[in-house]
């Protein structure tokens, strides 16, 4: 291309007067391949609960605060306003939420699609469309869009979980709208754990949902995870994953929440997972043991509590190092989405024997 001082001070115009030159401009909005915005990056347990136990002081739930939770905001993103998107990855929202015995995070419902991942503490119950249910660490939750939901802790101790919406989504779409219930809590409309005994059998659906519903299980029991993955822990393991599984919808077979998708997966003592990347991002969270994730050649170690998250078209592999312990870590992605709009690839990595060269390590915030 012919470069002058006349083309430039074109480009300069064409700017100031709202246009673009498509022949300056094309490389760079058709990429080769994904340019990703987030970037790989890892919160560490320690940090985020010493920020939390500040709020714990400084609010109370339902009296000046509606939610106490401190989110993740990936570093790639950080100069998106408002708040970097909330993105922990482009598409996902990722935060660590906080509730006090006796508090009442109140109802509301909003575009947003959200779920949560109970981490700790006994006592805490939700509310989701009518419906109540007691939830303990390892159960899996969710409130898709438009769905009334509050949340109390009757126990003793605070409970923590991770919760997960798809707001950077929504927000890039201009789609998102919100509204408040007139009362703290909504109104109960249907027995305790009503879900959960419906589809308590597993493998049998009530003969009213033979026409699919968006959410007829909003509580996954962890006891009832560990079993699937106590199963499929008998067979050879994905040599990318481990033993995983993912959450779905007992009415449809797809995934739990129509927009994001969660998964747990178990890895083995001594697991050296072979690299892969796909378009779909995730967030991590580490529910127990630990290891670390090479991420585009850099190591990044993980314990109990951390986060972590894979951008789009990232290099990845997952290692378990003890030979006595094993890995459950809880991930979300964006995988319903990329699949809707036919986006989704996943690339193997060949050379090494599937494993990348470690060139550094990630020193987090402690
Ligand atoms: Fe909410
Ligand atoms: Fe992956």
Sequence with gaps: MIHNDKLEQFHERLASENLGPLWASIHSLNTIEPKARPIPYLWKKEHIRRNLEEAEHLLEVGNGADRRAVFLINPGMKDLKPHGWGGATHTLYAAIQA???????????????????????????????GGEEEFEPGDYLITPTWTWHDHTNQGNETVLWMDCLDTPF????NVCFTEFYPQKQQQL????????????????????????????????????TKTGLDGLS????????????EYINPS?????????????QLLPPNFQGKAHRHV???????????????MNGVKFDWSEGDFFVV???TWHEHVNAS??????????????????????????YLENDGHQDINDVFQPIL
Excluded at 170 to 173: A, D, K, P
Excluded at 259 to 264: K, L, Q
């Design 99 to 129: 509730v006090k015995p006796g508090e009442v995070a109140p109802a509301h419902r909003h575009t947003t699609t959200a779920l949560r991942f109970i981490m700790q503490g006994e006592g805490g119950k939700g509310r989701v469309n």
């Design 170 to 173: 929504t927000l890039y779409m």
């Design 189 to 224: 409309l249907v027995p305790n754990n009503y879900g959960s005994r419906r589809y308590q059998g597993g493998m049998t659906r009530p003969i009213s949902d033979r026409n699919p519903s968006l959410a007829p299980l909003t509580r996954y029991k962890w006891g009832l």
């Design 234 to 245: 008998e067979l050879d393991p994905d040599p990318y994953d481990g033993h995983a599984i």
């Design 252 to 264: 449809t077979g797809k995934d739990a929440n129509d927009r994001i998708g969660a998964r747990m």
């Design 280 to 294: 779909h991002s995730n967030v991590y969270h580490v529910f127990k043991g630990s290891g670390y994730t090479v």
């Design 311 to 313: 951008p789009p078209w």
């Design 323 to 348: 030979d006595g312990e094993q890995c459950y870590l809880f991930s979300t992605n964006d995988l319903p989405l990329m699949e809707a709009f036919n986006f989704e690839k996943l690339e193997t």
